[in-house]
């Protein structure tokens, strides 16, 4: 704690303080929500995170109008690069855009409240369990929540099949009908780059209780990240059968194809 | 609904030694005549209120029944998680409880409200937020310590269903504190340097004794029946509000995760149980909409005056 307020003296300045405080959000007598997010940790992620945003990843955002500056909203961008950075710098652009900042929630894979330290770093700062229940409630709370329908599949894939969409969950389109929420698709772009996995050493990830271990880099590297937000996509209740649902996350898939294959067009190099 | 207006009732509550049952009995007493039950010792209570110490499994619990017109029954009484073996806290909890019920069913009572608790959701990583009513009840599935409190409830909704004219209320209080509150949370709270797990602080809600007693009563006096979440629209992280009190945080190292319970083990605080050891880890947040929508209830009391409340004792206490 002490820390911490020493860390956010000295690294959050007066544009990210007004940038969170002005954010919409209801929070509890002590600043924190159900989920545990609270301004303070958010501040704190906002200034590292913001600083790989500007200086180390040179982030490249178009299409941020397509974001609802108020209400509920799913964001469901492609995975990639075995760590969550892909998130992490949506997440910037949400709570940066001009037109409508919003505090990003973005859903997270289990494990991550078993890590000390990480877990309740991560709801600090807005995320939380990838779980429906989680999700229908922040929803009806109007939050904007970044999904990754990929999961671990997306994340841990290895180089060869970098850029290419793995089998979505159907969960996300379930919730978003269920709570009549607009699917915003996002094209990502570099994060590919930033961390290329060349085998995935499963053997010695099951025994730690991780998803993957992959074979690359230890730290990510300066790889150029494009973010392509694409226009709502909106559904109706009216699935009767869940193979109605396939060809709606085939257009959400097919959408986000598309953005990806905008982003790699304009890419001129991959690190500049 | 105005006191005027309620017929006067034969009320019996159990667990009448603790603050919450004084509570809830003060707020009755005007309009109801009051009958006192506790298994430890015969409740020093006002003149116009029975007292009795009498344990719930033994016959002599049924003179009561026979000798009072009982009309409802507000179940407080139980053996906490901090006291006494499993195997105690199981009979009393558990048997008793269905005495309770049988006796309730035989002589026609038609209201009885349980206190149950927010533990009976187990702490799992994987708990979504809030935890509904209808949510799993996965603390036996984490710890032995914790099936009386889970049977408590499957037995009360037996007979919820069973016999619906015992309009059967249950409520599940998220950590309830405030002066004269002896659990777990509570003494935890009132103490200067308070463990807590390196890298954990999980969300949790505080409801004050005060409310809780209103709660209670609104959900014996109103009509209705059920299970309902009782729990206030304010959260907190665990570390956060230990300084809040005045408490020094104690750091145990949380892995792996053996250790931290092995030395609450070998330090014997009752205030921090080893099987209770997760719910300082993850969150159990719960929602508590339908049971204020329901009685239309509002906790007057916020986080900062039970922060408020334990800093000052501490103060009395260094003072004196």
Redesign the interface.
Known sequence: MAISRWLADRIVGAEIHDTIDRLPKVLGSFGFDPWGYNRSTAKLSLAGAGWLFDHYFRVRVEGLEHIPPTGRVMMVPNHSGQLPLDGVMLGVAMARNRAGPRAPRAMIERFFPTVPFLGNFMNGLGAVVGDPVNCGAMLEHEEAIIVFPEGIRGSGKVWHKRYQLQRFGTGFMHLAMRHRTPIVPVGIVGCEETMPSFSDLKPLARPLGLPYIPLGPLLPLPARVSLHIGEPLRFDNDCEHEHDIAPRIEQVKSEIRKLIRRGLEQRQSIYR | MSASRIKPKTILVTGAGGSLARRVMARLMDRHQVIAVDFRRKVQTDAQIPSYQVDLSKRRFEDIFRDHPIDGVIHLGRILTNEYSRFRRYNDNVLGTRRLFDLAEKYNVGKVVVHSTHFVYGAD??N???L?ET?PLKASELTMDLVDAVELENLAQIYLWRNPKLHITILRPCNIVGPGVRNSMSRLLSRRLAPA???????MQFLHVEDMADAVVAAFERRGKGIFNVAP?????Y???L??CDCRVLPLP??PPALPRRIAERMGWSSFPPYLINFFK??V?L?GNSFAKAYRWTPQY???DISAYYRSKKHRTADA
């Open positions: 990583a994987y979504p937020a809030p509904y949510a797990l390196l890298g954990f602080s999980p969300i629209n304010d959260w907190v992280a570390q956060d509000f300084r809040a949380s892995l993850y969150p947040v929602d916020s986080l900062s």
